[in-house]
């Protein structure tokens, strides 16, 4: 046990770090229930970029900018920054795409599902049961052999176009042109300044590329080969997160306050902030309006989310990460996700605090069959 603490601290330090800045992000401005999503604020940008026209989620979030250039500059500090791709990078952009239908229709992605865990939103354990068996099934196609191929090294032009789009944003998001949307209302107007998020996504950044912290690579390591190390990061992000929130009071009724408003909320499933209801819509029309739906869409969505990150390597924050260290094809299926979630708004996907939307659920199927497949077909051929 000894043993274990000493080799795996820094991953400790790390999640614990992550968990404690993700909840501090919600009293420095950003939404409550929420802090840093990663599959939000993708969308959020491809709002921002007015890939998608729903106004009350629209903002290009530094926070991707920081976790980009983050482990850009931290993978160049350490002589990691290899430039690489080639591994089947349009199905990593269609796995990028179905991730991000899985994940708006529950509301969060992996660091938001803990995150929700560590505020008290008891919603997040029915995504988790469904994020683990989604990557127990995608540990199971991997024993079978599958593989998206190998990457070779590629140009270094190539490996930079990720942090150089990620400074574009940064400079837009800085000096606000007309032609970018920004959110008046709802959680895309709510956040601190620019500087403080690039911060604490640079921070974040930092930390996940040296330790490789993952929130998926955790339960797969597990399942795969009993390793414990990327687990560890994951329970110590838990922890912080709670902590963090039992000390600021942000823990259930204790509520934060956001732009002179007091948000309250009780720890529980119902009526969580940014988050399906789990009751009957009141114009519920048939099945899918039910809470029995949403509760069974939750489990399925993250299902899509937690097969689809598996098949990927790892999370979209890990995706993220890698894409800053010069990994194009993580760069490809970080495009994915950004063009998943402007789909998931366009096309009725995407759910909200009243309920799902109609083309939810049948978006969540198709994903986990487009997976399956996957999961069968893909082999390494080398």
């Avoid at 599959?39 to 998608?52: E, N, S």
């Avoid at 990557?135 to 032009?157: D, P």
């Amino acid at each position: 046990m000894v043993d274990f603490f000493k080799q795996s601290k820094w991953i400790i330090l790390a999640g614990a770090l992550f968990g404690c800045l993700g909840a501090l992000a919600v009293n420095l401005g950003n939404p409550s229930n929420m802090g840093i999503c990663v599959a939000c604020f993708m969308r959020d940008i491809a709002g921002g970029l007015k890939l998608q026209n729903a106004a009350v989620v629209q903002y290009l979030r530094p926070e991707i900018m920081g976790f980009v250039l983050g482990a850009f500059i931290t993978a160049l500090a350490f002589k990691e920054w290899k430039p690489r791709g080639g591994s089947s990078p349009i199905i990593r952009f269609v796995i990028g795409v179905f991730i991000m239908f899985g994940a708006l229709v529950y509301l969060g992605c992996p660091v938001r599902m803990m995150l929700r865990m560590g505020g008290g939103d008891l919603s997040a354990f029915i995504a988790l049961a469904g994020l683990v068996c989604g990557i127990l099934i995608g540990v199971f196609f991997v024993k079978k052999g599958f593989s998206l191929g190998r990457a070779h090294e590629v140009s270094k032009v190539a490996g930079s176009i990720m942090p150089i789009i990620m400074l574009v944003l940064l400079v837009l998001v800085a000096f606000a042109p007309s032609f970018i949307a920004f959110s008046q209302s709802g959680p895309g107007s709510l956040h601190p300044s620019w500087i403080i998020s690039l911060l604490l996504g640079a921070v974040v950044g930092f930390a996940t590329q040296r330790t490789r912290f993952c929130s998926i690579g955790g339960w797969r390591d597990i399942f795969l080969a009993k390793d414990f190390y990327l687990f560890s990061g994951v329970i110590a992000f838990i922890l912080g997160c709670l902590i963090t929130n039992l000390i600021l009071g942000n823990f259930g009724e204790g509520g934060v306050v956001i732009n002179s408003v007091d948000v309250a909320y009780k720890a529980g499933i119902h009526g969580q902030p940014i988050a399906l209801p789990y009751k009957d819509v009141a114009d519920a029309t048939n099945w899918f309006g039910t809470a029995a739906a949403q509760y069974v869409f939750s489990f399925l969505g993250f299902l899509l989310v937690g097969l689809g990150c598996t098949q990927l390597g790892g999370c979209p924050l890990r995706n993220l990460i890698l894409s800053g260290e010069g990994d194009t094809d993580a760069a490809i299926a970080v495009f994915g996700m950004v063009i998943g979630g402007a789909f998931a708004h366009n096309f009725s996907i995407a759910s909200s605090g009243s309920g799902m939307a109609a083309m939810g659920p049948i978006a969540v199927l198709i994903g986990i069959a487009v997976c399956l497949v996957l999961g069968f077909v893909c082999r390494d051929n080398d």
